[in-house]
């Protein structure tokens, strides 16, 4: 959406109709390059605040939704579970603008020995 208008722009229509979310802010994170030797393919990277899910949600056939938490994410991405390169540099880019904050390795550790005492 624009931030002047909160008018929904195209992608942030098709994605809200796929999601079938309450309707959340929805903000661009601005366009990148997925590959430095195709300087004209662009990723049109957003991150939406999603509410509670619609009831009665069914998903389109052949996909699953589920819901993670940033430290259940920082764990896939530890383990080696998660590892597509450009959906992470979209996380980083959230939390870059502020949108969501990743916990780090040496946080989880801290609070893991902090327990322990």
């Known amino acids: 959406m624009t931030l002047e ?3 929904p ?3 942030a229509v098709s994605c809200l109709k796929r999601q079938d979310y309450v309707r959340a802010p929805f903000h661009p994170l601005g366009q ?3 590959c430095p030797g195709r300087l004209n393919n662009r990723i049109h990277n ?4 999603a509410g509670e899910c619609i009831v009665g949600f069914e998903p389109e056939p052949g996909l699953a939704v589920t819901l993670m938490s940033p430290e259940d994410i ?3 991405i ?4 998660f590892v597509s390169q450009l959906c992470i540099g979209t996380l980083m880019l959230a939390a870059v603008h502020g949108f969501l904050v990743l916990p780090s390795k040496d946080a989880k550790q801290r609070t893991e020995r ?3 005492c």
């Open 74 to 76: 920082v764990g896939l």
């Open 78 to 81: 530890i383990s080696g579970d």
């Open 5 to 7: 208008r909160a008018r």
């Open 114 to 116: 902090e327990a322990a």
């Open 32 to 34: 990148n390059s997925p």
């Open 46 to 49: 957003f991150f939406v605040d």
């Open 9 to 11: 722009t195209p992608v």
